[in-house]
């Protein structure tokens, strides 16, 4: 007998992506809970706590991103929002609500399973370690967060007390999206939350350290007019 799968709760008022995601989610082997309303949503996912949670931001009753606020008062499981192309400020409020990840509609159901099934991985990873991973790996980096140390092919790559503070930050919440104001926040204090040019300067020389073609990034992401996302091994 095929033991169950994770449970994600689908919260979307468009009929058919409810449909279609059900019926593709449960071919995948997860259990799967749907809602129409944001209320509706609140209310099953308290009843039986999800994995998972995919939420459109679009909802009848209430804005998607006060269910995510509500969400994150009791509720540590991931959250993936989904949005329209035109509403980028409602990606970023939603991410800093505390949803760990969007896609923006419409998109591909590979895309969807990819994200779902990282986002699980690095729950139960962060769940069974009880806290963010100590060393974190990806590809030919290492960075050792207790001990201030980053490797790149066994050699040591020299960064500036910021550039291993914004580098900590970003591996500890790898494959999650991080918004500009949330990063900028965390590394240099509320005064600065809208100092993005910082950022955009700090990770341009991280990337001259850490990647192997810095125009060309494949740790530390762009998130167009949101963040960023730093990408580590699975």
């Known amino acids: ?10 919260i979307d008022d468009e009929p058919q992506i409810l449909r279609a995601m059900r019926t593709i989610l449960l071919e995948k082997n997860f259990r799967v809970t749907t809602a129409s309303r944001g209320e509706e949503g609140l ?13 459109d931001l679009g909802l009848p009753d209430m804005s998607g991103i006060e ?4 969400l994150r008062a009791w509720t540590q499981a991931p959250i993936i929002v989904l949005s329209v192309k035109d509403s980028e400020h409602d990606k970023v409020a939603a991410l800093d609500s505390g949803a760990d990840d969007y896609l923006t509609k419409p998109f591909g159901i590979e895309e969807l ?28 980096l290492v960075i050792d967060l207790p ?15 910021t550039e291993f503070k914004l580098l900590g930050y970003l591996a500890a919440n790898s494959g999650r999206v991080l918004t500009h104001q949330a990063i900028l ?14 950022l955009r300067v700090y990770l341009r020389q991280l990337r001259k350290k850490l990647e192997s073609n810095p125009s060309q990034p494949v740790y ?3 998130e167009p007019g949101v963040g960023y996302r730093f990408v580590g091994d699975d």
């Not at 799968?5 to 689908?10: C, D, F, N, R």
């Open 67 to 70: 269910v995510c606020s509500r």
């Open 185 to 198: 926040t965390h590394v240099w204090g509320a005064p600065e939350a809208d100092q993005v040019e910082y």
């Open 147 to 161: 001990r201030h140390v980053v490797t790149r092919d066994g050699v040591e790559v020299k960064l500036t007390a």
């Open 113 to 140: 399973l990819a994200r779902v099934r990282v986002a699980l991985r690095h729950a139960a990873r962060a769940q069974a370690q009880g806290s963010h991973e100590a060393v974190i790996t990806a590809g030919p």
């Open 1 to 10: 007998m095929t033991t169950p799968g994770p449970h994600i709760l689908v």
């Open 220 to 222: 530390l992401l762009t």
């Open 43 to 55: 209310t099953l996912a308290a009843a039986n706590p999800p994995d998972l949670i995919v939420l």
